[in-house]
């Protein structure tokens, strides 16, 4: 018995080459929009960091259009400083300092910036990690070692420490996140845990945008 299935109008390497072109093709289009969206942030200068940064409400509240970062800052305070530190690559961009409460009331709150571009930084932990090495080189003992936190949808990673001598008696936390090509981070002082506790309490103090 004879086959009598007519294949004179099928060109199955023809409609392969079509497929694999019209593929091929979809690709040349497609990749490069991968790779643009992979990119990095571009990270502006420490320099437009700072100038992109305002107080609001006399001073209560911190704004910077960069990182999109709005701040209700804690109050009272003895004295408010805008960028009071700008370097090549890291920067003071507020500090507020109440020296002259009581326990519930002392307090020093500080946004910094410090630059993503570091050799061998491979994390956030690592970063925290290391500013806490450096605390504990002045004299600080540390309360607790690099833990994860969620603030206001940013994942931020947080040590807490403290300094307990004869000069001075007093609880500190730090909080950085990764952010537009830098490292943001908040500094936070307290004479108490409990205040400490109180002040890194910061779900209803900060947004972003």
């Not at 571009?42 to 960069?66: C, D, L, M, P, W």
């Amino acid at each position: 018995m004879g086959c009598n299935r007519d294949f004179s109008t099928v060109d199955p390497s023809g409609a392969i080459y079509f497929a694999l072109m019209r593929f091929v093709l979809g690709l040349l289009v497609t990749l490069p929009l991968c790779f643009s969206a992979a990119q990095p942030h571009q990270r502006v200068a420490i320099k437009a960091v700072t100038q992109a940064g305002h107080f609001n409400k006399a001073k209560s509240e911190y704004e910077n259009g960069y990182f999109g970062l709005v701040v209700r800052l804690p109050e009272p305070n003895s004295s408010v400083a805008l960028n009071p530190i700008v370097e090549k690559d890291r920067a003071v961009l507020v500090k507020a300092v109440n020296d002259r409460g009581g326990v519930d009331g002392w307090h020093k709150f500080g946004i910094d910036v410090h630059s993503a571009d570091i050799p061998g930084l491979v994390s956030v932990t690592q970063f925290v990690q290391s500013l806490r090495h450096q605390q504990e080189r002045d004299g600080f003992q540390t309360v607790e070692a690099e833990v994860y936190r969620t603030i206001a949808g940013r994942e931020f990673v947080q040590s807490k420490l403290k300094i307990d001598s004869q000069a001075e008696h007093y609880y500190q936390a730090i909080m950085v996140t990764r952010t537009n090509g830098y490292l943001l981070g908040f500094w936070i002082d307290a004479l108490t845990e409990e205040e400490l506790r109180k002040a890194t309490d910061l779900g209803n103090r900060i947004r972003f945008r």
